[in-house]
C-alpha cells in the first residue's frame, strides 16, 4: 500500500488517471524548480517532496 501522503502532495486523489497526475506533477515541479527559485531554500525541499511523491507513486502503479 501506498503512503496518500504522497497524493496529497501532489494535490490528486489516489484514484486519479495517471495523465492528471502527471499534470499534477508537472505543474508544482516547474512552479518550484531550482532553477526558478535560486535562493528559496522551501521552494526546493518542496521541489524534493513533490518528485519524491510523483515517484512513488509511478513506481506503485507499475508495480501494481
Not at 499534477?24 to 535560486?38: T, V
Request: proline share 3%.
Amino acid at each position: 500500500m501506498i503512503n496518500n501522503n504522497y497524493f496529497k502532495t501532489l494535490g490528486v486523489s489516489p484514484n486519479e488517471d495517471l495523465d492528471i497526475i502527471k499534470k499534477a506533477f508537472k505543474r508544482l515541479a516547474s512552479k518550484y524548480h531550482p532553477d526558478k527559485n535560486h535562493d528559496n531554500i522551501d521552494a526546493q525541499r518542496i521541489f524534493i517532496k513533490v518528485k519524491t511523491a510523483y515517484e512513488k507513486i509511478m513506481e506503485f502503479r507499475r508495480n501494481g
